[in-house]
């Protein structure tokens, strides 16, 4: 069992959602390679109630919310991980996220292979992913997309980088596997539950666009 999450969440409809997002950004070669029982049982469990909704999610995304170039300057700002281990949490916590907000934006599907070349984050990571460090990495990330003044109006885009940016994670090898998951279920639930309910429930929430989401 994943530590610091409830048993609850996995079986509630964001992990479930999550599961169905995470699903349709695999590789395609992925999602052939994976067993017949596998498939169909998170078919059953997932994609049959959220497939057009996860769906939905994908295509804000993919509408260019992450298409913006990083400056040249990030690449050698990565690279950079001395007084990580020697500052203490408190004094580069926000370095970290800065550097892992700029990954996560970058660097896709070779997020884990990017982190794996930096030991001094990766050992960062391993010892302190918790749900307080998720938490200021999505807010973080989030912000660094749609800035705070425009949150209000724009809840699909944040729910749909929250989605992205826990698909994203869950490539990391942190253990267990899972623990990413749960985060961002329980991520979902805290900011967003009561917007999705407002807005009759995950599968009406999506249906069409509305005064919130004008920029």
Excluded at 16 to 37: D, F, G, I, V
Excluded at 44 to 52: M, V
Excluded at 104 to 120: F, P, V
Excluded at 164 to 173: G, I, P, Q
């Amino acid at each position: 069992m994943m530590e610091d999450v409830s048993p609850l969440i996995t079986c509630s409809d964001e992990y479930r959602l999550l599961e169905t997002y995470c699903q349709k950004r695999r590789k395609p070669r992925a999602r052939l390679m994976q067993s017949a029982c596998m498939y169909s049982l998170e078919a059953q469990s997932g994609d049959e109630q959220f497939g057009d909704v996860a769906e939905k999610l994908t295509q804000i995304v993919d509408k260019g919310l992450l298409d913006e170039e990083l400056p040249q300057t990030v690449d050698k700002r990565l690279t950079v991980d001395e007084g990580l281990e020697s500052d203490g949490v408190k004094d580069v916590d926000q370095d970290v996220i800065d550097k892992l907000v700029d990954l996560l934006k970058k660097s896709g599907d070779n997020l884990n292979e990017r982190i794996q070349s930096n030991h001094e984050l990766l050992g960062y990571l391993q010892r302190t992913f918790s749900y307080d460090l998720f938490k200021k990495l999505t807010k973080t990330f989030i912000t660094s997309v749609v800035p705070e003044y425009l949150q209000s109006r724009r809840k699909r885009e944040q729910i749909a980088l929250a989605f992205e940016v826990t698909s994203r994670l869950k490539t990391l090898d942190l253990h267990p596997m899972n623990r990413a998951m749960g985060y961002g279920a329980q991520y979902l639930q805290e900011y967003f539950a009561p917007w999705v309910q407002q807005h009759g429930g995950w599968e009406k929430a999506f249906d069409n666009d509305d005064d919130e989401e004008v920029h």
